[in-house]
């Protein structure tokens, strides 16, 4: 299939139309022609890769990416960093534009690099002919494209892919398949900017791992870094592969990373930013529209990166967190680096949030949760609350909308917003965004 790219999709991928469908072509430019190599066909949609470059666009940039037109985690993985900006700026006018009000918004920051930024990945295990791979399915399919050498993960977390990869193949272990195979399935791993450690998650539906382990073994004598593996098995076809049941662990799978001065120790099944730059960045915006003050209430904490730092600014700090892990690591921190001022309760934000408001009686909310968002009805009962701050940090814009019109309903309106783009080459952004009790303000804040 011939097709124009036209623009993009909000996904990043290029977007042109022929044989009266619309056509998303990742890693197609607009204005670029293409012949698609078709992943997906749908009543409406063709989603593929590029097949053949036409007529390309002269602007495209220079990588050192291996799997161009083969990999899709990166839909923009050509353009220039001045395009995707645009790219993204745009995308940020469209979802104001249904938003009523006015408010402050801060030019996009863009923290690190185009490459090499990425701490933190999953792949999956799979087969090339004789070779062993790990990579990333192919948007829309079960295909898996090989992620060797990855431009965008940190050198040595590519390495560590890499080796892991080639030892599986030397091995000659097997790999998972959904005819009923066993065998190795996900890697998940860690590196540390701080201090350079490596941890990896090694997940099989092979039980016991054997396999697993062996590999684990012979991974730690090639990577003095890579303190530990932890091994897990999961059954079935499922990908959730951070429930997956812990077997065995080789070494000590936690690494320490530093965020705004504070360490925090964590495995690969942890929940932290993947671009711990950017992060930094992240959180010091965050706190910058907190402000200062008496008391802070902080819903989906984690392991406390965003929590210490806050302790530095407020006199008191309650943190909700539900990951029994996250928890455990949140309330070590506060013991190894002596906060006092903070105490953190393992309970759901969502059944949690209205009784520790009512007791605590905070000034300033501050909230980082999952990609989904907060549940709307997580704001039930806020008007009449001590609440006159709200901070939240929206790993999906779009559900800034949502969060915005429920809020407004509880007599807060937006007042501030920062984008952060934490995601090069991605059609991904963080915001954070900051709602103010109407008609009244708070000392020790931006204006």
């Not at 360490?263 to 959180?283: D, I, K, Y």
Request: with cysteine; glycine share 8%; aromatic share 6%.
């Amino acid at each position: 299939m011939r097709v124009r790219i036209e623009d993009r999709n909000h996904d990043g991928r290029g977007r042109g139309t022929a044989e009266g469908r619309t056509v998303l072509v990742s890693q197609a430019h607009p204005g670029e022609v293409v012949r698609v190599r078709t992943d997906r066909v749908t009543k409406g949609t063709v989603q593929g890769r590029v097949g053949t470059l036409l007529t390309p666009d002269p602007t495209r940039i220079a990588h050192t990416c291996q799997h161009e037109f083969h990999c899709t985690g990166c839909p923009m993985l050509a353009a220039t960093p001045e395009s995707e900006l645009a790219f993204k700026e745009a995308e940020l006018a469209r979802l104001l534009s249904g938003l009523a009000g006015t408010r402050e918004v801060a030019p996009m920051v863009r923290p690190s690099g185009l490459f090499g930024y990425r701490h933190t990945a999953k792949q999956v295990f799979g087969r090339r002919g004789p070779r062993t791979i790990l990579g990333s399915y192919v948007q829309a399919t079960h295909k898996i494209s090989d992620n060797a050498a990855c431009p965008v993960l940190a050198p040595r977390l590519a390495t560590l892919f890499d080796l892991l990869a080639w030892g599986a193949h030397e091995l000659r272990l097997a790999v998972h398949s959904e005819d009923g195979r066993l065998g190795l399935r996900h890697a998940v791993a860690r590196l540390s900017k701080a201090t350079g450690e490596l941890a990896l998650l090694l997940v099989s539906s092979e039980d016991p791992p054997l396999q697993a382990r062996a590999l684990a073994r012979r991974l730690r004598t090639r990577l003095p870094d890579l303190v530990g593996v932890e091994i897990g098995f999961q059954a079935g076809n499922t990908n959730t592969l951070l429930e997956a049941t812990t077997v065995f662990v080789e070494g000590t799978p936690l690494i320490e990373e530093e965020i705004l001065g504070f360490r925090h120790r964590l495995g690969p099944r942890s929940f932290f930013q993947v671009n711990p730059t950017a992060a930094e960045v992240l959180f010091q915006q965050a706190i910058a529209l907190a402000g200062e003050g008496k008391r802070v209430l902080e819903a989906y904490a984690g392991v406390g990166a965003l929590t210490f730092p806050l302790s530095r600014h407020f006199e008191q700090v309650v943190a909700i967190e539900s990951a029994e892990a996250s928890v455990e690591a949140h309330r070590a921190g506060l013991e190894r680096h002596g906060i006092t001022n903070v105490v953190c309760h393992g309970e759901r934000a969502e059944s949690a949030l209205a009784s520790r408001i009512a007791e605590f009686r905070p000034e300033v909310l501050v909230l980082d949760p999952p990609r989904s968002g907060a549940p709307t009805e997580i704001w039930s009962g806020l008007r009449d609350s001590s609440i006159q701050r709200i901070v939240y940090l929206a790993c999906d814009p779009k559900t800034l909308v949502s969060t915005s019109n429920a809020l407004s309903d509880q007599g807060f309106g937006l007042t501030h917003l920062v984008p952060v783009d934490q995601f090069p080459r991605t059609a991904h952004w963080e915001l954070i965004a900051r709602f103010d009790r109407k008609g009244e303000s708070l000392p020790g804040s931006p204006n």
